[in-house]
């Protein structure tokens, strides 16, 4: 990481995420302590969006990582909170924002979110920065310099742009892992000839932005449509009624499966067949029409960590 990317006005970090998470480690302690900015540490028995923002405002936090989680959560939190804050750079990572994040974050925290992809076994491979080039919607951003990230097939061979396929580092990699600590068999099972397979699936397209469609096992199957959760998420939680939103697929013998949204509600808000139309319409008339969700369920919590699984 160069000073280019870490600037002089860096002061004090903070993110409030799980210190075991290598994106923790190799992202924001190791970083940081290289270039002499405090990190600030502070133990959450529970994380929650006003408790957060005090945090930021009260110790003047400069630079912060906020995973996607952590983000919904402060969204979902009433009122007004970007006085007092002195944020020069967001980033955040472990799962595709959308729009609706992007320009909250604009709103609220006075700076664009830049967006970073990785994992344990090959981290922060793909990056957005908006001081390097101009953000596209619905992109988790451009290879990082000194990486080579293409999308492939199931035996590894990299796909034209735009088809959807595995997204896939090649090595050698200079943050590649090496190997799961005595199994040859899943470290050979990780790879298709020379790609790293990240177990994600994406597309590429013509100018280099790379877009996430979901983990392989995340991904929906609907009447021949692979569909990804996240766009269906984002586009709910623009809904004036939702507060949370997850999108999963549940068996269906004529079409594999459907897509089912479970949301929770803003304060104000009654669950009811009518909002239920209302919230389908929502997502049909804004995504494609297989994506829109076929069931919809209320419920008044959703299972939240601030680490990927």
């Not at 040859?184 to 298709?192: G, I, L, N, P």
């Not at 997502?283 to 069931?295: G, K, N």
Request: aromatic share 10%.
């Amino acid at each position: 990481m160069s000073q280019q990317c870490f600037p002089l006005d860096a002061t004090l970090f903070w993110t409030p995420a799980d210190w075991a998470w290598i994106g923790e480690l190799f992202d924001v302690l190791m970083p940081s302590w290289h270039h002499g900015v405090p990190v600030l540490a502070r133990r959450l028995d529970k994380f929650d969006g006003e408790s957060a923002f005090e945090l930021l405002a009260r110790n003047k936090v400069s630079h912060t990582f906020l995973p996607p989680t952590a983000l919904k959560m402060m969204r979902a939190t009433p009122g007004t909170h970007r006085e007092g804050l002195a944020l020069r750079s967001v980033a955040s990572g472990g799962e595709s924002l959308g729009e609706e994040l992007l320009s909250w974050g604009r709103a609220m925290l006075g700076v664009t979110i830049n967006e970073f992809y990785g994992q344990t076994e090959c981290n922060m491979v793909l990056s957005s920065c908006e001081q390097w080039f101009e953000l596209r919607n619905g992109s988790i951003g451009k290879a990082v310099p000194g990486h080579r990230v293409a999308i492939v097939d199931d035996d590894g061979v990299p796909l034209p742009n735009g088809t959807q396929g595995h997204i896939a580092i090649e090595r050698p990699d200079p943050v590649m892992f090496i190997g799961y600590w005595r199994d040859e068999a899943a470290t050979a099972q990780k790879f298709r000839g020379d790609f790293l397979l990240t177990g994600d699936l994406g597309t590429l397209d013509d100018d280099g932005f790379f877009r996430f469609i979901g983990c392989d096992d995340d991904v929906i199957t609907s009447a021949g449509y692979r569909i990804g959760p996240g766009p269906i998420e984002d586009c709910l939680i623009r809904h004036p009624a939702v507060r949370f939103a997850a999108a999963i697929g549940v068996p269906d013998a004529k079409r594999t499966e459907i897509v089912c949204a479970v949301v929770v509600l803003n304060d104000g808000f009654e669950p009811g067949d009518a909002l239920v139309r209302e919230l389908q319409e929502h997502v049909r008339t804004r995504l494609a029409a297989h994506e829109y969700p076929r069931e919809v369920h209320f419920v008044s919590e959703l299972p939240i960590g601030l680490a990927p699984a």
